[in-house]
């Protein structure tokens, strides 16, 4: 298993997308989190195919800290049922990476 993951999701807004990038990367559940968008998703919900605009959401984060993100993405998400999907970094600086383990590595309360 890969120590160092990118992980997905995506929300109807801007404005919850970097709520949702700012609150995990301040809990150092993520070192960084990339947004883009508008993108169009087109999918089957409710029986229904649909297209919708969305803001992607990308955080670079740990194997470790990986299911605190995916809850704290499920608690603080707006959707009933958020994609939150995670693929392996295989390589990668050892310069980002070993800044990647720094910033998500928890810190004890002052």
Do not use: F, N
Request: a negative charge; proline letters at 3%.
């Amino acid at each position: 298993m890969a120590r160092h993951l990118t992980v997905l999701t995506t929300t109807d807004s801007r404005e919850e997308a970097e709520r949702l990038a700012r609150s995990a990367v301040e809990a150092r559940l993520a070192a960084c989190a990339q947004i883009d968008g508008p993108v169009t998703s087109v999918y089957r919900w409710d029986g229904e195919v649909t297209a919708d605009q969305e803001w992607r959401v990308l955080y670079k984060t740990t194997a470790d800290r990986y299911e605190a993100l995916e809850a704290h993405l499920l608690g603080a998400h707006s959707y009933d049922t958020p994609e939150v999907i995670a693929a392996d970094i295989t390589h990668g600086s050892a310069g980002y990476l070993a800044w990647l383990d720094e910033e998500t590595r928890a810190r004890a309360e002052p």
